[in-house]
């Protein structure tokens, strides 16, 4: 129908036809989906949403007499030092050191918000000027033992986003079946099944839109917090066999991707800091994917409506690997606020932004027809045949 | 007209039908939005109060002399729109349903009147966006 190429001819000269996956299920209902395939060249999509796994690489440059830095603090937060001498990994979770006791498990109390890692990557997309202390090892091309200083994105070489695992191709429903709060990466969950937490935009999240990841792989060009990405491994946890449903989605986390862009080009509007209450910090960012409708089959793919994918809802009272499930639910029900679990009614309350993530989309829409954003061939697929390893400290007994 | 206040009483006054006197010797109505009160301790009722601004007055110096604390000020719920990300996991918690999910646009929706300022959403919050007035 039409080549990649022949797609980027049109966005330079601003002729390409692009919709939203929101419009393109809207048109297509309309016009039909051969009418729709002939029309538009590419649908965007987009989510914001917590996506923990993410991390910045910085490199800090040299100082006189150098130094090879062994422990970071940025802000107080710690970045992993095990690189080259001046190569700092910044991770979104990282708690602030002041709070570590005795390096035993931290937190479990009440506390006051913590200023991790993802807020310093935030600040410093924002412009602002962070605070850096570090110890060196002391060699003889190394000769300086301490440095403290403030940093910001102008003052550093290297600031880029490698984040090992963001988007999530589906995700679990938290509930809480036990009689006390729990607090967890899904927010606080109320005992006796008081809330019901779901991660996921449902059928405007991009993995879902093109289920066995045919329109991406390694090297494809996206939106990532606000500046250009790329999709550059498949993430950690990438589970591609997870069951799926006729309609090729899976029925619970599957596919994974690992991403890479130029923090300096971000917006810290898309790179948000955030913290949730006895977890921890983490970070919430906004990732846009095009796919070029290469044929009908796309359409047909990004027509998937929320009625027609579900989610596991799990209860986080049993601290296990493998946790007792309520059984599927769908988005629509996700979406409509209440799902109905052993006879009873549940709150339901996302975590992703679904207005931030439509905003995603129509920020990358707008790219695409002012001509600054072209499509990117892959240069290698994502990998279709991952087993999601567990690991078992006492030998022996695999996934149950 | 209205008038929202926070009562503290000390132990001995909790056991005083407070809210029937304020009807009864002062025709003023009260509407209790948050109550807190355990076993010999001191209790904090946040009432809204409504009737004839002198008999509201009236009813403020009467409470006062019977050693009730009022202070007229009552806290409230802010949210701060810049910083909200709409992510709706505060939903989930209010237990009176004053936050909620516009269904179609799902940009967050607060209906002060339901508010009870129980304070949940505060700490649920994943960027702090929701404070309270002092
Ligand atoms: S303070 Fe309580 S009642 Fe008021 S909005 Fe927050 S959670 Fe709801
Ligand atoms: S939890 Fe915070 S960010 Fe999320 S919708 Fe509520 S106020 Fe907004």
């Known amino acids: ?400 | 007209m209205k008038k929202r206040v926070t009562l503290t009483f000390p132990q001995r006054t909790i056991q005083m039908p407070v809210t029937y006197r304020l009807a009864k010797d002062f025709n003023v109505a009260s509407n209790i939005i948050r109550a807190q009160v355990a076993p010999n301790q001191v209790g904090k009722l946040v009432v809204e109060l409504q009737g004839d601004i002198d008999e509201i007055d009236a009813a403020v110096e009467w409470m006062r002399s019977q050693h009730i604390q009022v202070s007229l000020a009552s806290r409230e719920i802010v949210i701060d729109e810049e910083t909200c990300v709409d992510c709706g996991l505060c939903t989930g918690v209010c237990p009176t349903t004053a936050l909620t999910l516009e269904p179609e646009t799902f940009k967050l929706q607060f209906e002060r009147s339901r508010c009870v300022v129980c304070e949940q959403c505060i700490s649920t919050c994943p960027v702090q966006a929701i404070a309270t007035t002092f």
């Not at chain 1, 006390?180 to 879902?208: E, M, Q, W």
């Not at chain 1, 500046?227 to 550059?232: A, D, L, M």
């Not at chain 1, 991707?257 to 971000?266: E, F, P, R, S």
């Not at chain 1, 009625?307 to 986080?316: G, Q, R, S, T, Y």
């Open chain 1, 1 to 400: 129908m039409r080549t990649i190429a022949e797609i980027n001819d049109k966005i330079r000269q601003r002729r390409a036809v692009v919709w939203t996956v929101e419009e393109t299920k809207a048109q297509a209902a309309e016009i039909g989906v051969k009418a729709a395939a002939k029309q538009v060249d590419v649908i965007v999509t987009g989510t914001f949403e917590p996506m923990e796994s993410t991390g910045a690489m910085i490199n800090l440059g040299h100082t006189d007499p150098p130094m090879k830095i062994r422990s970071c603090w940025i802000d107080d937060v710690p970045a992993y030092a095990g690189l080259g001498a001046v190569d700092l990994y910044l991770g979104a979770t990282m708690t602030p050191e002041p709070s570590i006791e005795g390096g035993e498990v931290i937190e479990t109390r009440e506390s006051a918000p913590l200023r991790g890692g993802g807020h310093v990557i935030e600040d410093l997309i924002a412009g602002k000027a962070v605070h850096l202390r570090a110890r060196g090892q002391v060699t003889d091309c190394y000769p300086r033992a301490t440095l403290d200083t403030t940093i910001n994105q102008d003052t550093i070489n290297q600031f880029y986003l490698f984040n090992p695992r963001n988007l999530y191709q589906n995700f679990i429903v938290g509930v809480n079946g036990g009689d006390r709060v729990l607090y967890t990466y899904l927010g606080p969950l109320h005992p006796r099944l008081s809330n019901a937490v779901y991660s996921n935009t449902g059928a405007i999240s991009p993995l879902f839109n093109d289920p066995d990841l045919d329109l991406l792989g390694i090297g494809s060009r996206i939106f990532l917090g606000g500046g250009v990405g790329y999709i550059s491994w498949e993430g950690t946890q990438h589970f591609p066999l997870q069951k799926r449903l006729p309609n090729r989605t899976p029925i619970g986390p599957a596919a994974t991707l690992a991403l890479i862009g130029d923090a300096k080009q971000m917006q810290s509007r898309w790179v948000r800091g955030c913290y949730f209450k006895n977890y921890g910090p983490s970070i919430m960012l906004g990732v846009g994917i095009p796919f070029p409708v290469l044929h009908e089959e796309v359409i047909n793919r990004a027509l998937v409506k929320d009625e027609e994918i579900v989610a596991p809802v799990v209860d986080f009272s049993i601290p296990r690997r493998v946790r007792p499930t309520f059984g599927l639910v769908s988005y629509a029900q996700l979406k409509s606020g209440k799902i109905k679990l052993e006879g009873k009614t549940i709150r339901t309350a996302p975590l992703a932004s679904i207005p931030l993530s439509r905003q995603v989309a129509a920020e990358l829409k707008s790219w695409i027809l002012n001509g600054q954003f072209t499509l990117s061939e892959s240069v290698a697929p994502i990998p279709r045949d991952r087993a999601f390893l567990p690991q078992d400290s006492w030998g022996g007994a695999g996934l149950t």
